[in-house]
């Protein structure tokens, strides 16, 4: 899938060029090309060095080929006066052939020369350049530092700054669960008022609740209902005249009373 592929290169170029924006410090970038265009120049000027080293080194066996000549010459000369023609021929054929290394050397010394007098101006081209790089790089850094000074001053006093967006999530989350305790709170508090929780401490005797209370009650009464059922049954319909209370029930009554 050429699209998607094409998408995802193009995502990760976007990522990788945000990151490296980010990291890019403008100081360090400045200084690093200063520090490349003062490398730059030290080449240079070894160049420079190598070739006069080279002339230097050429017009050395130049000056050994001179004096060779001239000895040549003086040998050819010495044997022509001796009638040694042919050790004269001999001398003067070593001449030549040293007269024509000698014109070889000095076009090489010339050709060196013409090269040194380019690096010579390279050098003072370069170095002109290096320093009005440095001077520029130099005010460009105190820009960036003004700017960026006047950027943090900035961001502290309005609070867009990532440190204060860091403290203004924190106070925010904050501000969150202090309102949500408080909901809470209230809700506890509400449903404590209506009684929709019950109080231990209002129990009954014994530990019982309310709904044991009445449990208790309804057994009790159903047993008073039998007995007195029972006592009916064994002492039979009251006497007329006495008013229908029985004697124990008076005494009950006045032991009561």
């Not at 925010?172 to 231990?200: I, N």
Request: hydrophobic residues 35%; aromatic residues 2%.
């Amino acid at each position: 899938m050429p699209g998607v592929s094409g998408r995802f290169s193009t995502v990760v170029k976007a990522k990788i060029s945000k990151l490296l924006d980010r990291a890019e410090d403008p100081a360090e970038t400045l200084d690093y090309s200063y520090q490349k265009q003062l490398e730059s120049l030290q080449n240079v000027k070894k160049g420079i060095a190598d070739v006069v080293t080279a002339k230097k080194r050429l017009q050395m066996q130049s000056t050994k080929l001179e004096q060779s000549v001239v000895k040549l010459d003086t040998q050819a000369r010495q044997a022509l006066s001796q009638g040694n023609e042919e050790l004269a021929r001999v001398a003067l054929e070593r001449k030549n052939v040293a007269q024509t290394e000698l014109q070889s050397l000095d076009q090489q010394v010339t050709e060196l020369e013409a090269q040194q007098q380019k690096l010579i101006d390279s050098q003072q081209k370069l170095t002109t350049k290096i320093e009005a790089f440095r001077t520029k790089k130099e005010v460009i850094k105190a820009q960036y530092s003004a700017a960026e000074a006047q950027v943090r001053i900035s961001e502290a006093a309005t609070g867009v700054g990532e440190e204060m967006a860091d403290v203004g999530l924190a106070m925010q989350r904050a501000v969150d669960k202090t309102e949500q305790m408080k909901a809470r709170a209230d809700a506890v508090g509400e449903l404590e008022a209506s009684g929709a929780f019950e109080d231990l401490t209002q129990l009954g005797e014994g530990g019982d609740d309310d709904i044991d209370r009445q449990l208790k009650e309804l057994s009790s009464g159903a047993a008073v209902d039998d007995e007195l059922a029972k006592m009916k049954a064994e002492i039979g319909p009251p006497t007329p005249g006495s008013g229908g209370v029985p004697a124990d029930s008076k005494q009950l009554e006045e032991g009561q009373a």
